[in-house]
Structures are given as C-alpha cells and as structure tokens.
C-alpha cells in the first residue's frame, strides 16, 4: 500500500505560545519512550501546525502503512 496521512486535533487549553507547546509535547512524547532521530533513522516523522490564535493545534503525520 502507500503511503497515508493521520492528522490529530490538540485543544490547547493553557493557550501555550507555540514554541511552549511544542517544548511540553517534545517532553511528553519523551516520557513515553519517543526517542528523537533524524529523518533518515525516524520510523515517524511530525508536525505540529497552529491555528492563528494558537488555541488549537494540528498534530500531523504520515505513515507507510494505514492503521
């Protein structure tokens, strides 16, 4: 099969400044055992997208294969 995009929608309740959010979701994902590689070793790559007021934030990504 090809390759499939998954994007997820974040509330962001505590209206974080983006680069606040992206630091607390870099050290949740590390808590869960994420470990960051470059994009040659990455099994999954991300991107976090910010609506124009930052109360929203779009968490996208794309897979080999569709879950």
């Known amino acids: 099969m090809g390759m499939s995009f998954s ?3 974040i509330k962001n309740d505590q ?3 983006p680069k606040q959010f992206q ?3 870099c050290e949740y994902m590390k808590k ?3 470990i960051p590689a470059s994009d040659e070793d990455a099994d ?4 976090l997208v910010f609506s124009d ?3 929203w934030v779009t968490l996208c990504f794309a897979e080999d294969e569709p879950r």
């Open 15 to 17: 209206k974080s400044e």
């Open 44 to 47: 999954l790559s991300y991107r």
């Open 32 to 34: 869960e055992d994420f």
């Open 23 to 25: 630091k607390m979701f």
């Open 53 to 55: 007021k930052s109360d």
């Open 7 to 9: 994007t997820i929608k």
